[in-house]
Each structure stands twice: as C-alpha cells, then as structure tokens.
C-alpha cells in the first residue's frame, strides 16, 4: 500500500500506482535514507520513480552542466549528479540554510560531493546570476515561482538544453478551473500555458506520479 505522500498522485489509480512502484529496484542505503526522512519530515521529494527518469534524461542528453531551482535535502541532486558522473557538474538551491547542511550531509555519504555546488538563496536569483549556459535546468520551486522560474532559467539554457519541471499536474488540479485564491494551481495552469505556447521549447508533459513536463530548447 503507498503511504508516502512524495509517491502518491492524486490522480493515476491506486493499482496502478502500486504497479509502477513495485517495479523499480530497492536504492541504495543513501537514497533510502533521505526518503525515509523526507516522509518522517513531510518534505516534498519527486521520489524514485522520478529520479529514474532524471537519470535517463541526464545520460541520454550527456548534460554535464547541470542546474537545479529548489533542491531541498538534495534528494534530486544526488540522482543528478550520478546521472552524469565524474565530469559533470550540479549546481544545488536553497532558501533553507538547515536542508542545505543536511544535503551535503547526503552528498558526501553519496561519494557526489565533489560534483555538486551548494548555493544558498533565491534559486531564480541564482540562475541569473550564473556564468555560462546549462545543458539541463531542473525546476522545482514554489510553484507560484513558476512562470517566473521560466522566465529566468530559459536564457540560461544552452541551444537543445533540457529544461524539466516538477509537479506539472499537481495532483490533477492543474487539469480542473482553479478556485480564486488557489494561487500555486494558477501559477501551473499558466506556466504549462506558457510552455506550450513558446517558440523556444518543445514540450511534453508526462503524468507520471504528479506530472513531470520535460523542455528541449530549440
């Protein structure tokens, strides 16, 4: 039975989310532990089944220079930075000082502590701020950030760069009108307007646990 709230949609049937999790192999003792704790702590991770399309992206696309708005205890982080091994460099976010210490807890145990920046602030700020192109931006802010994360991180994003963004369906309500104070739905609702609508991008959103809307850059 799925209890998590990290694994749950909303929106997919329970059979088949049971399915789909059974699945996928044990992780290791790292990644177990961090989602172990993300429940225990009610703190919102994109869980394993996620990850492991973040990982096939990352190899497919061989990015190197990797970007991520919003990372948390660093859960993302470390499926990124071994989705793009030795060479590849992952740049981490945070507004919370606390969860930024407990990541680099997670990424020295990990052995990816080596690849990863850790940053310290607002992750829109920080992406501007950054030199060079990325070859894969991750977003997963607040959602009312998102058509501004957007906005910031697509100038940043190099020519055939991916650009993946979290929580796109939001346990479906991204798909239902939004009552009039529900502020985070309408900040969705309008950034998978604005994706699709951009010259820039070739989306596809996937519903996959709460929507997952990958970008390439044209």
Request: positive net charge; proline residues 5%; aromatic residues 8%.
């Amino acid at each position: 039975m799925i209890r998590s709230e990290n694994l749950r949609s909303g929106y997919i049937q329970v059979d088949v989310e049971e399915y789909l999790y059974k699945l996928l192999p044990e992780r290791d003792s790292v990644v177990k532990e961090m989602e172990d704790y993300a429940e225990e702590n009610r703190i919102p991770i994109i869980g394993p089944a996620v990850a492991r399309l973040l990982t096939l992206l990352v190899q497919a696309s061989g990015a190197q220079r990797i970007f991520e708005m919003g990372s948390a205890i660093g859960y993302s982080t470390v499926w990124l930075a071994r989705a793009a091994g030795t060479q590849g460099k992952v740049t981490y976010t945070d507004g919370d000082p606390e969860k930024a210490k407990r990541a680099e807890v997670y990424f020295r145990m990990a052995g990816v502590a080596k690849r990863i920046e850790v940053q310290l602030g607002d992750a829109l700020a920080l992406v501007k701020k950054a030199p060079g192109k990325f070859d894969l931006i991750f977003n997963d802010v607040d959602k009312q950030q998102y058509p501004a994360a957007l906005q910031a991180a697509l100038p940043k994003l190099k020519r055939g760069g991916l650009f993946i963004t979290d929580n796109t369906l939001w346990s479906g309500k991204a798909a239902r009108p939004a009552a009039d104070d529900d502020k985070d739905t309408k900040s969705i609702q309008e950034f998978n307007r604005l994706v699709y609508a951009s010259k820039e991008l070739y989306p596809v959103l996937i519903p996959l646990r709460d929507g997952v809307t990958v970008c390439r850059k044209l």
